[in-house]
């Protein structure tokens, strides 16, 4: 693993604070469509976090809902290992409906 | 919208934002675009050498990709984006202060509250940029500790007073309209958070200089004392607005490997160009004069002949002797001790709240057992 400490990880700088946590904020833009990562902030906690998200990433109506998530409680993949990790859908052509010959004439498949 | 003497930019007419606009939607389709594409790697991508990891690395931005944050990437691209991105973030939190000067002074409720939102826009695009510097492994305090310590700079134009209402109208003109310049291209950067951050960034900038542009087209057709003022308010922040371009391209130090990286897309006069272009039409349209005697059309070029800055007075304000610095940076530490307590209680409740919540389960673990 070499990937960067994420910034929720990291020492408090030289003020002797500890910093706010970091949260990343997700903004669903519509009704109908999904959540969508927007950035992310630093707040004390989940209301306060909400409360800059709105002010921060919808100024301009840009969203109808928020979600705050604190940054330190997401697990990702790693990039190290990428290509091995997501190796097994690469042969797995049949998965995708263009793998099919279809006969002329038929309809609704 | 407040009062009725609103006039619609759209019908003002600012030929230039609208195509700027267009580059910013164009640089979000590639950036799509550019993600479905396959990287040609050379086979060699499995975890281990360095070259490998380069190699990978070097794809990637040839491809017109977007490098992410937990990519392996060069320790000079991370450190150079680093400062480039805080440096910019510093800039948009510093900038808050010359117009924030004219917040309470504002001619109308509604300058006031435009001036309210386009402040408050300022603030948001620090944010937004912090966010973008900390993802590559710098903490905010960090940040903010080089900004107030005077280890970081800020773009020098903030270091300029803003003297009466009309350097509003100059500095959402100009100096927004240089700044939208500069970070047009930078929509298309190679480290994905801060092209992101750009695209937002560029959207809502172009507002800002619409209001700058409508504030002087108002005051260039009011009274005669207003009309002057206006053209004082060009006189002044026309040269600090030009140099916001850098040094000329024969003295730049970090030009050479920025375009390489792709994080640079165009030379510090190439810029200067495009922006000296646009505003001699636009002054047109203002009905007023830009100061300087050399301005005229080459016909050859196809482009705006001017006089350039002076670059010694851009050495010496970035070097700290601008009319302002220590004001805007004692202002800025002062506000950031202010807010230490701020920074505490909300804490010290966060805190409070996680520990009542944590006993309030351990009765109820009691309880049920």
């Known amino acids: 693993m070499t990937s960067q400490p994420t910034p929720a990880e990291q020492t408090p700088a030289a003020t002797g604070r500890a910093q706010w946590p970091l949260w990343e904020v997700f903004v669903r833009a519509r009704r109908g469509l999904s959540h969508t990562h927007a950035g992310s902030l630093h707040a004390p906690d989940a209301v306060v976090a909400l409360r800059n998200a709105r002010d921060v990433y919808t100024r301009r109506q840009e969203g109808v809902s928020i979600w705050v998530v604190p940054a330190a409680a997401i697990t990702a993949s790693s990039p190290d290992e990428k290509d091995a990790f997501f190796e097994p859908a690469a042969d797995k052509v049949y998965r995708h409906p263009t793998f099919y010959v279809v006969p002329e004439g038929v309809a609704h498949l | 919208m407040y009062g009725s003497d609103f006039e619609d930019p759209e019908t003002v007419g600012q030929p230039g934002a609208s195509a700027l606009l267009d580059e910013v939607e164009s640089a979000e389709r590639d950036l799509h675009e550019a993600a479905a594409r396959t990287v040609a790697t050379g086979g060699s991508t499995g975890p281990g050498a360095d070259a490998a990891l380069q190699d990978y690395f070097d794809a990637v931005i040839a491809a017109d990709q977007k490098i992410e944050p937990r990519d392996w990437m060069p320790g000079a691209y991370r450190k150079g984006l680093i400062r480039q991105i805080a440096q910019h973030a510093h800039s948009e939190i510093i900038g808050m202060q010359p117009e924030g000067n004219w917040i309470t002074r504002a001619p109308s409720l509604k300058r006031k509250a435009?001036?309210?939102?386009?402040?408050?826009?300022?603030?948001?695009?620090?944010?937004?940029?912090?966010?973008?510097?900390?993802?590559l492994g710098s903490s905010r305090d960090e940040l903010v500790e080089l900004l107030i310590t005077g280890r970081q700079k800020y773009s020098?134009?903030?270091?300029?007073?803003?003297?009466?209402?009309?350097?509003?109208?100059?500095?959402?003109?100009?100096?927004?309209?240089?700044?939208?310049?500069?970070q047009v291209p930078l929509c298309r950067c190679s480290y994905g958070p801060y092209a992101r951050a750009m695209i937002r960034i560029c959207k809502e900038e172009s507002f800002h200089q619409r209001q700058g542009f409508e504030i002087l087209y108002t005051l260039a057709r009011g009274t005669a004392a207003q009309r002057q003022m206006a053209q004082d308010a060009v006189d002044r922040w026309w040269y600090p607005s030009l140099a916001m371009f850098g040094p000329p391209d024969s003295d730049s130090t970090h030009s050479e490997q920025s375009m390489a990286w792709k994080i640079k897309r165009f030379s510090n006069d190439d810029l200067r160009q495009r922006f000296v272009d646009m505003c001699a039409q636009q002054a047109s349209v203002l009905g007023l004069s830009i100061p300087d005697p050399d301005l005229r059309w080459n016909e050859e070029r196809g482009a705006w002949?001017?006089?350039?800055?002076?670059?010694?007075?851009?050495?010496?304000?970035?070097?700290?002797?601008?009319?302002?610095?220590?004001?805007?940076?004692?202002?800025?530490?002062?506000?950031?001790?202010?807010?230490?307590?701020?920074?505490?209680?909300?804490?010290?409740?966060?805190?409070?709240?996680?520990a009542r919540r944590a006993g309030k389960r351990a009765t109820e673990q009691v309880a049920a057992a």
Do not use: M
């Open chain 2, 114 to 135: 435009i001036l309210l939102a386009k402040v408050q826009d300022e603030a948001g695009h620090g944010l937004y940029l912090y966010a973008a510097a900390e993802t």
């Open chain 2, 156 to 182: 020098s134009i903030f270091n300029y007073p803003t003297l009466n209402w009309a350097d509003v109208g100059a500095i959402g003109w100009l100096v927004d309209g240089a700044a939208i310049v500069n």
């Open chain 2, 305 to 354: 002949d001017y006089r350039q800055p002076d670059y010694a007075e851009l050495f010496r304000v970035i070097k700290g002797d601008g009319p302002c610095n220590r004001q805007r940076l004692r202002h800025r530490r002062q506000a950031h001790e202010d807010g230490a307590w701020v920074r505490d209680a909300g804490s010290a409740y966060a805190a409070k709240q996680a």
